[in-house]
Structures are given as C-alpha cells and as structure tokens.
C-alpha cells in the first residue's frame, strides 16, 4: 500500500512486525530490502519513487510526502525504528516526539553506505543497543554505542536483574546510583535471593563495586551507593541503604495455593497479601502460584495470576503424592487425591527443602510459601 503523508493527518499502517524499517534514498532502500529479508519481526517502509514493483508480494509499505509525517505513527506502535537517515536529521525529527525514556520506542540509525549503525534513543530501556548490536552483525557493520556502562563495561543500573524479570521498587535513585557506577566511585550490590549469574562480561567485576550478603555488612563500609536485590521489606535501620541506592525484586516468592471451588478472586488476594505481609514479603517477587490439576479452570485463582502476570502451575495428585511433606491430610486425600495441595505444590515449583509457611488455612484459602533458592 501507498501512505499519503500529510501534516495534520494521522497515518493508518499495516503493521506486522515489531520493528519498522525507514528508508528515503536510492541507495538506503537498496540497504533497507536487503535487512528486511534477515531480519524478521520487520516492517519496511520507503519513498514510492524507489518502487522496485514486488511490494504488495513482500508486504511492504510505499509513502508519499515527509517522512517526518510518517514518525508518529511508528512511534505509537513499534517496539524499535531503525533509520537510514542521517543522524542529524533523524534527530531533528523525533526531537518533539519524545515524551519518557520509560515509554519511548528504540531508535537506530544507519548511514546510506551500511557502515555504521548507530544506537540513538531508548539505548537500555528501549532496547536500542541490543538492536544496533545484532543489526550490525546482519549487515557486517561497526556499531556505534555511547552508553557509558555499556562502553566501560560496568552494571547497568537501569537493567540491572532485567533478564531475569526483577523489577525496581522505585525509579528515583537509578539516575544518581548509575552515576556512582559509571564514575567509580564505591558501590555495594547486596543480594539476599535471586539468581547469582548477572554478571555477564569475561572480565572481573570492577574493584569499586563489593558484593555484600547482608545490608548491614554493607552499610559498614559507607559506599557511595547501593544495588540491594531482597524479596523482603527492608526494616528501618536498613532503609538508610536506599539514601543513594535502587531496591531490585526478584522474582522468588511461589504461592502454594488451594482452595474451596468458587471461592472469590479478592479472598485470594486477600489472604495472599495478607501472608506476605506477615512475613514482611514484597508482591512484587512473587513468580508463580501452584496448585493441583483440578484448580486449573478455577476463576478466582486464575483472575489473580493474570491481574499479576503471574506463572499459574498445576500438578496431578500423583506428581503432589510423590513429595515428602510435614502436614498430609487425609480430608485433603478423600476431595482430590492428594494428601496435601499448596504445601507439595509449593516444594516441587520452587526446590526449596523448607518453606516460609508450611499451610495456613485462612477462610475458603490454604496457603504454603516458599522462596526459590539460588
């Protein structure tokens, strides 16, 4: 299809892939069909007048008129642009578009000749220094990446756990903590939980950043600033870590959950909040619930992990039989099979030897805890 780009008008696109492809010179389109048919995930777009006649065949979409029209739209709707555009203008283009480095899309520049490939916008968050890396491996060409922890090879603070699901329990600290990194100055990691292996680089970790098992052993040393992964709610003694330090969740809590059939959504989250607040637990590490088979249509349950986005696993009575567990039931046995749910279902999920909570029973909910061990 041919785009119509007009200023005022909104751009209606044809999308199917996660990135698009923008090119607006003879020798960028060239470069641009080429890309488009290794790099899947793609949309391609390029001027009309370069129309080699098979684009309908090969979905690409042709545009009229600025192409500076053509840029808000794919910023609404694609996870990354790369353009064979040159920087500058490229740059006075998305200029007003900008709005958060949270929410902006990735933005990748390459020169009309496929030498470089440059990362632009939304380098870390955005995901533009993955996507200049691979893309200039498809083209054989040098990438060019300005982000300092990237360059020196440090902890991206903002990253930092990410491929791992951990989240931030705030964002007001990211920008100073990285700075301390990115300017050696003295830095604590404090891990609690959550997987070890975040270093990723094949050299040492710097001499300016100390890895600590406990908060207090860090506080100690008076870094500079704080990289703290916990799933537990830091006491008040502690909060003095996060002066200049991120708090990481990951992802390490599994709910061990049964239930009477029916029982309502909110009485789940409930007794789940409740539980983990008795144990001064974060929802934010919660990874799964687990239950058995015979709860796996069970719509409170369901309503929950999907408001949480959380991992729902169900297991036969055999499977929750073959755990050795502290409290068997033989009610339990008699209505399903099984000589306990949430207490076996939460051993097998997470490997851990202990749990948190055993079973509680609470109302129409029991509920077992356990943190993944790592």
């Known amino acids: 299809m041919t785009l119509v780009l ?63 029209m053509l840029l808000p739209s794919l910023f609404q709707h694609y996870k990354g642009i790369i353009m064979i555009i040159s920087l500058g203008a490229v740059v006075r283009m998305i200029a007003p578009l900008l709005k958060d480095k949270k929410t902006d899309p990735a933005v990748v520049v390459i020169d009309d000749k496929g030498k470089h490939v440059i990362s632009v916008l939304s380098g870390h968050l955005g995901g533009a220094n993955e996507l200049t890396k691979e893309v200039a491996e498809l083209l054989k060409a040098t990438p060019v990446i300005t982000t300092a922890s990237d360059v020196q090879k440090t902890i991206p603070v903002d990253l930092f756990g990410s491929r791992f699901g951990w989240v931030w329990e705030s964002a007001e600290k990211l920008t100073p903590v990285s700075a301390s990194v990115v300017n050696e100055e003295q830095v604590a990691v404090i891990q609690e939980s959550g997987e070890k292996d975040w270093w990723n680089y094949d050299k040492p970790l710097p001499e300016t950043i100390n890895v600590y098992s406990t908060i207090k052993e860090a506080i100690e040393t008076n870094p500079k600033a704080a ?52 144990l001064q637990f974060s929802m934010k590490s919660v990874k799964a619930i687990c239950s058995i088979d015979l709860k796996k249509d069970e719509e409170g349950i369901l309503a929950v992990v999907q408001k949480y986005n959380w991992d729902f696993t169900c297991y036969s009575a055999e499977e929750l039989n073959r755990v050795e567990i502290e409290l068997p039931s033989n009610t339990v046995y008699k209505f399903t099979g099984a000589y306990g749910v949430s207490e076996p279902a939460a051993r097998l999920y997470s490997g851990a030897d202990t749990l948190e909570i055993t079973k509680k029973k609470s109302g129409n909910v029991t509920i077992s805890v356990a943190v993944i061990p790592y």
Do not use: W
């Open 6 to 68: 007009e200023e005022g008008k909104d751009v209606e696109l044809k999308q199917n892939g996660t990135y698009a492809i923008v090119a607006i010179t003879k020798h960028g389109v060239t470069l641009a069909r080429s890309l488009y048919a290794n790099f899947h995930q793609t949309d391609l777009f390029y001027m009309s007048k370069f129309e080699k006649g098979d684009e309908a065949k090969r979905n690409i979409s042709l545009f009229e008129g600025n192409v500076r």
């Open 227 to 278: 990289l703290v992964v916990t799933h537990r709610n830091l006491t008040e003694d502690e909060d003095v870590i996060l002066q200049n330090g991120v708090l990481y969740r990951p992802k390490v809590i599994v709910l061990g959950i049964g239930c009477n059939r029916g029982t309502s959504k909110e009485e789940i989250e409930q007794v789940i909040q409740e539980t983990l607040d008795e």
